[in-house]
């Protein structure tokens, strides 16, 4: 899934490492959910979108501009 | 990197039998085994002490069968379904080539085995979906 996890982390100056600390995951994790190849579960994404002050449904994006909704 | 994690059940088992093993082969003076076993032992103390704290990479912490977040305890289930998928195929070709080339006859742990690992199987199946 698509996020803004990488630009909201750099505009903090913060390393991969370092928001791993503060979310109790490891380095290779944050990689992997920057690269969007690892989707986080509710709990990591609401910490997440907590952690950068914003919303889930702002931090994460559905693929193509998806945007789930009816009509 | 973070608060130690707590020591996977795998680990915990896998870590008694091995000191256990060892100790019993100390005690009844199979040597190299015993100094094998415990070698084995503390080179998987070191290797779990470093995984706990999140230290090193995520394929080290994982072939030691100890994920530090969820992302590698997605990855470690997965590779584990593998892993028993295999031993239940491996095992039930090794009976059927037994039985056929045996007039019928299958080794007894051959048979324990591929029963046993059924068995749990089929429990691990019930309390997933019981959780799910």
Same mark, same amino acid.
């Given at each position: 899934?698509?996020?803004?996890?990488?630009? %909201?982390?750099?505009?903090?100056? %913060?390393?991969?490492?370092?928001?791993?600390?503060?979310l109790?995951?490891?380095?290779?994790?944050?990689?992997?959910?920057?690269?969007?190849?690892?989707?986080?579960?509710?709990?990591?994404?609401?910490?997440?979108?907590?952690?950068?002050?914003?919303?889930?449904?702002?931090?994460?994006?559905l693929?193509?501009?998806?945007?789930?909704?009816?009509? | 990197?973070?608060?130690?994690?707590?020591?996977?059940?795998?680990?915990?088992?896998?870590?008694?039998?091995?000191? &256990?093993?060892?100790?019993?082969?100390?005690?009844?003076g199979?040597?190299? +085994?015993?100094?094998?076993?415990?070698?084995?032992?503390?080179?998987?103390?070191?290797?779990?002490?470093?995984?706990?704290?999140?230290?090193?990479?995520?394929t080290?912490?994982?072939?030691?069968?100890?994920? +530090?977040?969820?992302?590698?305890?997605?990855?470690?289930?997965?590779?584990?379904?593998?892993?028993?998928?295999?031993?239940?195929v491996?095992?039930?070709?090794?009976?059927?080539?037994?039985?056929?080339?045996?007039?019928?006859?299958?080794?007894?742990?051959?048979?324990?085995?591929?029963?046993?690992?059924?068995?749990?199987? &089929?429990?691990?199946?019930?309390?997933?979906?019981?959780?799910?």
């Amino acid at each position: 899934m698509d996020n803004d996890i990488r630009r %909201l982390r750099t505009e903090r100056g %913060l390393s991969q490492a370092a928001l791993g600390q503060a979310l109790g995951v490891s380095r290779q994790t944050v990689n992997s959910l920057e690269a969007g190849r690892y989707d986080p579960s509710l709990p990591l994404a609401i910490l997440l979108a907590r952690y950068f002050d914003t919303t889930v449904e702002s931090l994460f994006h559905l693929p193509g501009g998806r945007t789930g909704r009816h009509g | 990197m973070d608060t130690p994690r707590q020591l996977t059940w795998f680990n915990r088992i896998l870590l008694a039998v091995v000191v &256990a093993g060892g100790l019993w082969c100390t005690a009844t003076g199979v040597w190299w +085994f015993a100094a094998g076993l415990l070698g084995t032992a503390a080179a998987l103390g070191v290797v779990l002490w470093r995984a706990v704290r999140g230290r090193g990479s995520d394929t080290r912490r994982l072939d030691a069968a100890q994920p +530090f977040d969820e992302r590698e305890h997605a990855a470690s289930t997965w590779s584990f379904a593998v892993v028993g998928r295999t031993a239940i195929v491996a095992l039930v070709a090794a009976v059927v080539v037994q039985a056929a080339t045996r007039d019928g006859r299958v080794d007894a742990t051959l048979a324990s085995a591929l029963v046993l690992v059924c068995l749990v199987w &089929a429990t691990a199946i019930r309390l997933a979906l019981r959780r799910a």
